[in-house]
């Protein structure tokens, strides 16, 4: 599923003048959604996987294995600021093919009272500015279907 992203916006911060990564932008995104599907999450613990497990290696198809620090400062430089298209585009690209029908939505509206917490409640404008916010982002994200 990951070969048909559009990484474009991830290859746009490589340098020609400044240091690169050992490997590639693609295969270290490809590990951090393994690893992150698998529930590892520390860099350390990521470059452990990498080194010891088969699935980690096989998606290294023989390039190097990335030490902590090249995955700490992927996730922070690279990642973050465009996590919210590749992972769109990866939810996009299940929908095609059935596996993500967008039939339900689900929203986690949990709130658990705190003892040190001076406010134990929730205003209701703060609620109702948050649930613009959110039915702007999903409006954006149905309009792209």
């Given at each position: 599923?990951?070969?048909?992203?559009?990484?474009?916006?991830?290859?746009?911060?490589?340098?020609?003048?400044g240091?690169?990564?050992?490997?590639?932008?693609?295969?270290?995104?490809?590990i951090?959604?393994?690893?992150?599907?698998q529930?590892?999450?520390s860099?350390?613990?990521?470059?452990?996987?990498?080194?010891?497990?088969?699935?980690?290696?096989?998606?290294?198809?023989?390039?190097?294995?990335?030490?902590?620090?090249?995955?700490?400062?992927?996730?922070?430089?690279?990642?973050?600021?465009?996590?919210?298209?590749?992972?769109?585009?990866?939810?996009?690209?299940?929908?095609?093919?059935?596996q993500?029908?967008?039939?339900?939505?689900?929203?986690?509206g949990?709130?658990?009272?705190a003892?040190?917490?001076?406010y134990?409640?929730?205003?209701?404008?703060?609620?109702?500015?948050?649930?613009?916010?959110?039915?702007?982002?999903?409006?954006?994200?149905?309009?792209?279907?």
């Open positions: 599923m990951l070969e048909n992203l559009d990484y474009s916006c991830l290859l746009k911060a490589n340098s020609y003048y240091r690169n990564y050992s490997l590639s932008s693609i295969t270290l995104f490809k951090m959604v393994y690893a992150f599907s529930g590892i999450y860099s350390r613990n990521i470059e452990k996987a990498c080194r010891r497990d088969i699935n980690f290696k096989w998606l290294l198809k023989g390039e190097p294995v990335p030490d902590h620090n090249t995955i700490w400062r992927f996730i922070k430089q690279r990642l973050v600021p465009n996590i919210e298209n590749l992972f769109g585009q990866f939810v996009l690209k299940l929908h095609e093919i059935g993500v029908p967008f039939e339900n939505l689900f929203v986690d949990t709130k658990i009272e003892d040190a917490n001076r134990t409640f929730v205003w209701r404008k703060a609620t109702e500015k948050n649930e613009e916010k959110l039915s702007g982002k999903i409006i954006r994200l149905v309009e792209r279907l």
